[in-house]
């Protein structure tokens, strides 16, 4: 080859590794689908029907619908459900709760956690469904008189015990860091389980709760990621340690720029489902007394050092929000008010995830131009 030759080539593959990447580069993100968790309006007394039809209304792409959303589990109700979502384009995550027989909120009027699970397998896989939430307990679980391990351990038997059928159904198990586990526990719950048929429902408000920062545990889980509960959080310090309060998205101090930039690059195939559960007094989390860390005995540094950053730039919600304690007794009015204040909040959400974030699949196709 001669030098005239040689130039001419390297030009064209430098022409070529040039518009490959500007290529690379023009190309659209990945669209995410937006939805919301239905637990959020519950206290409106929706049923699955009604809020398929709310969930059309607000031009959303999912549903989290827990099994109690449901009119009845009469296979008949169930298909109706199944096409009525169908025919709106909206698919649906289910959820159930607990299934750890060792942990506070386990309901023993379940049965056997085990057969238990199957019955709601079988149930979401005639929805439709091909996720299922639970969790394995609550922040309980790390200060109770059963250590942590052993509720790792009971969960993971329970879950190995419907592999088969999970694995038949197609539906897969996406178990809640519920304010019980870190991110790095949850993980190797996963593992132990078996990652062919489980993954993570990772709740971004709850990573608060158990000392982390989202982005960061988002790292460690969001490859297992099936489902999603997405919230902010407001965090800053307060004299016996840090304090954190649940807000709207936007109001607090969660990077979701970042967030939704590795959200898309590891686990492109969730759906974006908003929790977004407002009205409740900020939570105090203690680190400066002694016996916080009980319940950490295996808590890392590093994380918490990026947790600690995180609260340093953050300050109190200085915005209006009704707060009325879930202790006690409250008048009807103050119900009425939260489920207003609620819905309000959510809404608003999803306008920021989908305005600000560009998360949403219908609702950006409804923007488009025409040709």
């Known amino acids: 080859m001669n ?23 023009a190309q659209p993100p990945v669209q995410l689908k937006l939805g919301w968790d239905a637990f959020v309006l519950r206290s409106y007394g929706w049923k699955a029907m009604k809020m398929l039809d709310y ?9 989290q619908l827990g099994n109690i959303d449901l009119e009845s589990y009469e296979p008949a109700q169930v298909q109706k459900v199944r096409d009525h979502a169908a025919r709106l384009g909206i698919t649906i995550d289910g959820a159930i709760g607990c299934i750890c027989p060792t942990a506070a909120h ?52 329970v879950l190995r015990a419907v592999r088969s059928q999970a694995l038949d ?30 993954g993570s429902c990772f709740d971004s408000g709850n990573a608060f709760v158990v000392l982390e920062d989202p982005v960061a545990a988002l790292e460690t889980v969001g490859a297992y990621n099936i489902q999603t509960h997405l919230r902010d959080a407001v965090l800053y310090e307060h004299p016996r340690g840090l304090a954190m309060q649940s807000v709207a998205m936007g109001d607090g101090v ?6 939704i930039k590795r959200f898309r690059e590891l686990c492109p195939q969730s759906s974006v489902v908003l929790e977004v559960l407002t009205g409740s007094p900020p939570r105090v989390l203690p680190y400066l007394e002694p016996d916080f ?23 109190p919600f200085m915005g209006s929000m009704l707060i009325a304690s879930r202790q006690g007794e409250r008048p009807p009015a103050y119900t009425a008010a939260l489920a207003v204040q609620r819905r309000f909040d959510l809404e608003r959400s999803l306008d920021y995830c989908s305005n600000v974030l560009g998360i949403g699949v219908r609702r950006h196709r409804a923007s488009e131009p025409r040709a």
């Open 293 to 315: 860390w009980k319940p950490f005995p295996k808590a890392r540094a590093a994380d918490f050092a990026r947790f600690l950053a995180l609260a340093k730039k953050g300050h």
């Open 55 to 63: 969930t059309a209304e607000l031009r959303l792409d999912t549903i």
């Open 254 to 259: 969660t990077d979701f720029q970042t967030f």
């Open 106 to 157: 386990w309901n023993v009027k379940n049965g056997n956690p085990a057969e238990h699970l199957v019955k709601q397998l079988r149930l979401f896989n005639a929805l439709g469904s091909t996720s299922l939430h639970v969790y394995m307990g609550a922040d309980m679980e790390r200060t109770g008189p059963i250590p942590l391990e052993k509720h790792i351990e009971e969960t993971v038997k």
């Open 169 to 198: 159904l197609n539906v897969k198990i996406a178990v809640e860091n519920h304010m019980d586990l870190q991110s790095w526990e949850l993980k190797m719950l996963i593992e132990e389980a078996g990652r062919d048929f489980v």
């Open 3 to 25: 030098r005239r030759s040689f130039l001419k080539t390297g030009t064209g593959l430098a022409a070529s590794a040039g518009a490959s990447s500007m290529s690379a580069a």
